[in-house]
């Protein structure tokens, strides 16, 4: 299986081959040790942006493809002025939805984020800062900033979360290192719409009906106006080409709380 801990295994396997090449006589140069390294790393970045590969760590990115069912997500909230607009089109479009919150900004959010979980949507932990550097940061800062997200969550709501999405979609050694024995269910996405990019509304609605299959986990931002103004779209759309919008633990099968 291609995964993190088989590549390592088997960077040191080749690593402990050219050891024993050289200390028989055999040509070997630094370059071949250069040569190994830089895959070794080049797989190991590369890899970690590819959260639907499992590379690093197991992660739910889709449902089941035999069923005719899809989940919206949005990442970045709470927004103010946005995701009440966001929470107003699902209300009226009668679709429940997962928001992955960031933790520092729930504060002066709080009846947000009530809305949110009154309504009927589900939450989840997208990290506290979502900081440009976060990939970067030793595993203990970023446990810290999960455990600070979900107790501001549970003060406001009194939901006990089980549900994480990475800042940026990336998962590396030290965010796994960071969610070992926090027993969280990883999210992913298999239909990434770049809506905090794309200008176009219709670029974004043809992207979507394009790459539009069953089980899909779509990733949306309710802090994007292009994404507000074209959500009534895309549901529709979704409901037109047969398939149903159920929130994450029915498609996934999962516990999104813990049970008090």
Not at 86 to 107: M, N, P, S, W, Y
Not at 158 to 178: C, D, T
Not at 188 to 215: C, H
Request: hydrophobic share 45%; net charge positive.
């Amino acid at each position: 299986m291609f995964n993190f801990r088989n590549t390592t295994l088997a960077f040191f396997l080749l690593l402990f081959l050219l050891n024993i090449l050289y200390a028989i006589g055999l040509p070997v140069h630094a370059w071949h040790y250069i040569l190994l390294i830089s895959a070794y790393l080049f797989l190991s970045v590369l890899f970690s942006f590819f959260i639907r590969s499992g590379f690093h760590m197991k992660v739910a990115f889709r449902g089941s493809p035999e069923e005719d069912k899809i989940s919206l997500t949005f990442d970045d909230g709470p927004d103010p002025q946005l995701t009440p607009l966001v929470l107003d089109t699902l209300k009226a479009e009668q679709v429940k939805a997962t928001f992955f919150l960031i933790g520092r900004k729930l504060e002066g959010n709080e009846p947000l984020v009530r809305r949110i979980v009154e309504e009927g949507h589900l939450i989840g932990c997208h990290s506290y800062s979502h900081s440009d550097w976060f990939d970067f940061y030793p595993p203990r800062r970023m446990k810290e900033e999960f455990i600070r997200t979900a107790a501001s969550i549970h003060r406001i709501t009194g939901r006990k979360i089980r549900l994480f999405r990475p800042p940026y979609g990336v998962i590396n050694p030290m965010v796994k290192k960071a969610l070992r024995k926090m027993n969280y269910e990883v999210i992913g996405y298999s239909n990434r719409l770049w809506d905090t990019v794309a200008k176009k509304e219709e670029k974004i609605t043809g992207r979507f009906r394009r790459q539009l299959q069953p089980g899909d986990i779509v990733l949306l931002h309710d802090t994007s106006g292009v994404t507000v103004r074209i959500l009534a779209d895309l549901i529709r759309h979704t409901k037109s080409a047969g398939y149903s919008v159920v929130p994450l633990n029915e498609l996934l099968n999962l516990v999104p709380y813990e049970i008090s």
